[in-house]
């Protein structure tokens, strides 16, 4: 997983071509990998600093489900992004992406994002997507349904679990003082070993 611009479509392929079992389902897993992308629109003043960069680590889950599980697990990942923010004092949003602004893949979609006020700008931390069998005829994967015969396809759904560059950016913004230090939130400092900055 080298030179990758994000670990969903290795995580996807996992399976490919294989038959699950329904009772396996859902199936959850994640992946912690660098991240390289020379996003569209990447010039001007957004090019330098934690905002807009080039290179980054990333934690991405994802999941297979049923087409009856996937709605539950598709808001089971967004609670999971939206409670790690929420932890770290941050204003946020939840957007749900309307069908004009989705991808051909995509069923549904909703991000987070964060508020920098410095920046005055909503910046984007997590992304989740449900892509409802698109991914996973692509991929062939499928699940054997519990007392039936023959196969379905499964539902694929993942999320970013933070964009950390972005989320350390809302949190100097947001917690820096008069003096220039920066308050750091409590659920932070057992592993920073200090309450400021």
Same mark, same amino acid.
């Given at each position: 997983?080298?030179? $990758?611009?994000?670990? #969903?479509?290795? *995580?996807?392929?996992?399976?490919?071509? #294989? &038959?699950?079992? #329904?009772?396996?389902?859902? !199936?959850? !897993? !994640?992946?912690?990998?660098?991240?390289?992308?020379?996003?569209? @629109?990447a010039a001007g003043r957004d090019t330098r600093g934690l905002l807009r960069v080039h290179e980054f680590d990333k934690v991405e889950i994802l999941a297979y489900a049923t087409p /009856?599980?996937?709605?539950? &697990?598709?808001?089971?990942?967004? /609670?999971?992004?939206?409670?790690?923010?929420? /932890?770290? =004092? *941050?204003a +946020?949003?939840?957007?749900?992406?309307?069908? @004009?602004?989705? =991808?051909?893949?995509?069923?549904r979609s909703w991000d987070v994002e964060v508020y920098a006020p410095g920046a005055d700008q909503w910046l984007e931390v997590s992304s989740v997507s449900w892509y409802s069998d698109y991914q996973a005829r692509r991929a062939n994967l499928r699940y054997r349904p519990t007392g039936e015969k023959g196969t379905r396809i499964l539902h694929t759904l993942n999320g970013s679990a933070l964009a950390v560059p972005r989320v350390w950016a809302a949190l100097?913004?947001?917690?820096?003082?008069?003096? =220039?230090?920066?308050? $750091?939130? #409590?659920?932070? %400092?057992? +592993?920073?070993? %200090?309450?400021? *900055?």
């Open positions: 997983l080298w030179a $990758i611009p994000t670990a #969903e479509v290795p *995580l996807t392929s996992l399976a490919s071509g #294989e &038959i699950l079992d #329904e009772a396996d389902l859902p !199936m959850r !897993m !994640m992946a912690y990998t660098p991240c390289y992308r020379r996003e569209a @629109g /009856e599980q996937a709605p539950s &697990i598709h808001t089971e990942i967004l /609670e999971r992004a939206e409670a790690a923010v929420a /932890e770290l =004092g *941050l +946020y949003r939840i957007v749900d992406i309307c069908t @004009g602004d989705l =991808g051909q893949a995509h069923h100097v913004e947001t917690y820096r003082q008069p003096d =220039g230090s920066v308050v $750091i939130p #409590e659920v932070l %400092r057992p +592993y920073l070993g %200090r309450d400021v *900055l």
